[in-house]
């Protein structure tokens, strides 16, 4: 069955930077675009950045434009988002799942928690 993983979440200090990782399996992910989402308390689930099946497009939401950046390793299987200039608005659980504007599949893994505070 189709999975994602989640890592890489932590507590960072405004400014700071982390990478997260998400391992897909249950289906050919070198053929699907991936995308990252994030959920913050109260609010509804909002895709953050995707990234075209070759790598070849990425985009972004506006919030994270320029401070975010995307990208894949078909080899592994993996969607990664590097994230830099945290601002404490960037605290939410984020997750990943396959598709561009919306996701794939309906199933979604634990998503990993981040934190920007002082």
């Known amino acids: 069955q189709v999975q994602f993983v989640e890592s890489g979440g932590g507590l960072v200090q405004p400014g700071g930077s982390l990478r997260l990782s998400c391992e897909a399996s249950?289906?050919?992910?070198?053929?699907?675009?991936m995308s990252w989402y994030r959920q913050a308390p109260g609010k509804e689930r909002e895709l953050v950045a995707s990234?075209?099946?070759?790598?070849?497009?990425?985009t972004y939401a506006g919030s994270v434009k320029g401070r975010f950046t995307i990208s894949r390793d078909n080899a592994k299987n993996t969607v990664y988002l590097q994230m830099n200039s945290l601002k404490p608005e960037d605290t939410a659980v984020y997750y990943c799942?396959?598709?561009?504007?919306?996701?794939?599949?309906?199933?979604w893994g634990q998503g990993t928690q981040v934190t920007v505070s002082s």
């Open positions: 249950g289906f050919t992910f070198r053929t699907y675009a």
């Open positions: 990234i075209t099946w070759v790598a070849s497009t990425t």
């Open positions: 799942n396959a598709g561009n504007m919306r996701p794939s599949f309906s199933s």
